[in-house]
């Protein structure tokens, strides 16, 4: 049975506005409340069955969610996306990668 994320989002929605809001008082005022949730879906809950959760426990999750680990998921999780090499053509990451042949040892 697939989990109902979108049903959960909907009614967590008022806790998740309220954590967004507190972010946004301690500077972090580019967080959405999809940001908060996506870090208690594939963080927080990843290896909890989310079905048998008590919505007190969510509830406690998302409040207890702090900007230090917000900001280290969002790291990481832009970490494993990025693609630092992705201006660059064929030749000027083969040139990065191996030389130009040319340098003496």
Same mark, same amino acid.
């Given at each position: 049975?697939?989990?109902?994320?979108?049903?959960?989002?909907? /009614?967590?929605? =008022?806790?998740?506005? #309220? /954590?967004?809001?507190?972010?946004?008082?301690?500077?972090?005022?580019?967080?959405?409340?999809?940001?908060? @949730?996506?870090?208690?879906? /594939?963080?927080? @809950?990843?290896?909890?069955?989310?079905? *048998? &959760?008590? =919505?007190?426990?969510?509830?406690?999750? !998302?409040?207890?969610?702090? *900007?230090?680990?917000?900001? *280290?998921?969002?790291?990481?999780?832009?970490? /494993?996306? #990025?693609? @630092?090499?992705?201006?660059?053509?064929?030749?000027? !990451?083969? !040139?990065? &990668?191996?030389?130009?042949? #040319?340098?003496? =040892?």
């Amino acid at each position: 049975m697939a989990i109902e994320y979108e049903a959960l989002f909907q /009614k967590f929605l =008022p806790a998740l506005i #309220s /954590k967004r809001n507190e972010f946004i008082m301690q500077g972090y005022k580019t967080v959405t409340v999809e940001d908060i @949730w996506d870090v208690c879906v /594939k963080k927080k @809950w990843r290896k909890r069955n989310v079905q *048998t &959760l008590r =919505p007190y426990e969510m509830v406690e999750d !998302l409040f207890s969610l702090s *900007t230090a680990q917000y900001m *280290t998921y969002t790291q990481i999780k832009e970490s /494993k996306t #990025s693609n @630092w090499f992705s201006e660059l053509n064929q030749d000027e !990451l083969q !040139l990065l &990668l191996h030389g130009n042949g #040319s340098e003496e =040892p």
